[in-house]
């Protein structure tokens, strides 16, 4: 993927927001969508049960970068049980265990490295609070 750069002064890029609506609008869509991010990582280490953290994250990461097919959805970036644990401040052997447990739920499966999820209402049924599917756009 190629990127372009650019570096500014503050002030240059506060006249230029003002003077383009169209820029201000792409800042303030990029900004929200940044703080929704962050805000559900905050929301995500709430969850004292490791059961629930890693529910919630599989949840989340569905909602950014699952492919849905029929009724399971597939997480197919190489999602190691580590990279998992790091993101929700949990060991990754408690990782491990809780995902081996839920595959024995039969909730999700588990691929080389890929994710499915089975049962994305019953991955949600693990929270303690009210939360829909729709949260995470599923």
Do not use: C
């Not at 909602?63 to 993101?87: C, M, W, Y």
């Not at 909730?107 to 994710?115: E, G, M």
Request: aromatic share 8%; no cysteine.
């Amino acid at each position: 993927v190629e990127s372009l750069l650019f570096r500014m002064p503050l002030q240059r890029f506060e006249a230029f927001a003002v003077s383009s609506p169209i820029a201000s609008n792409s800042v303030i869509r990029q900004l929200a969508y940044q703080f929704h991010i962050y805000s559900d990582r905050v929301d995500n280490l709430e969850y004292k049960k490791p059961r629930q953290r890693l529910a919630y994250r599989i949840l989340f990461l569905a909602g950014r970068f699952g492919e849905k097919n029929r009724n399971v959805i597939t997480l197919s970036g190489p999602l190691t049980h580590q990279l998992i644990a790091d993101s929700i401040n949990l060991a990754r052997e408690t990782v491990s265990r809780e995902m081996e447990k839920m595959e024995h739920d039969n909730l999700i499966i588990r691929q080389n490295h890929h994710i499915i999820i089975k049962d994305v209402a019953g991955l949600t049924s693990l929270l303690d609070k009210d939360l829909r599917v729709t949260y995470w756009g599923l």
